[in-house]
């Protein structure tokens, strides 16, 4: 069993940058990815990485062209690199991992797919 510990969180002005990280205690799944939940709404897909290859990444649109997910197996720690931060990036982030697909990971992650998750990083974002 994994766990997950997120950090990096906190408050910054629109426009701002944030860098999440996730810590897992063991690495052993091939998809690893964030996840955000904003107050009254559903859990939304952010970010996913397969098997910390750059190149098998997942965005969703909203965050295209601002954040990037990256991964660093020997330290088993994923980040959430969050840059030109929105009022509407406001949410609870949460890390995940599973073992997907590779096509599942890049282009269909689910947060049903994913079996271990943290407890979650708040990032507020001010206007």
């Known amino acids: 069993q994994v766990q997950l510990v997120e950090s990096g969180g906190g408050s910054v002005q629109g426009g701002g940058s944030l860098r999440l990280s996730c810590k897992a205690s063991?690495?052993?799944?091939?998809?690893m990815g964030w996840f955000r939940q904003a107050p009254g709404k559903e859990r939304e897909r952010v970010a996913t990485?397969?098997?910390?290859?750059?190149?098998?990444?997942y965005y969703a649109d909203s965050v295209k062209g601002r954040f990037t997910i990256s991964q660093d197996k020997v330290k088993s720690t994923v980040y959430l690199q969050m840059n030109s931060l929105k009022p509407e990036d406001t949410a609870m982030y949460y890390c995940?991992?599973?073992?997907?697909?590779?096509?599942?990971?890049?282009?269909?992650?689910?947060?049903?797919?994913?079996?271990?998750w943290g407890q979650g990083t708040q990032v507020t974002v001010s206007s």
């Open positions: 063991t690495y052993s799944y091939n998809c």
């Open positions: 995940a991992a599973g073992s997907l697909t590779l096509y599942s990971c890049r282009y269909l992650p689910q947060s049903d797919d994913f079996g271990y």
């Open positions: 990485i397969w098997s910390g290859d750059p190149a098998g990444t």
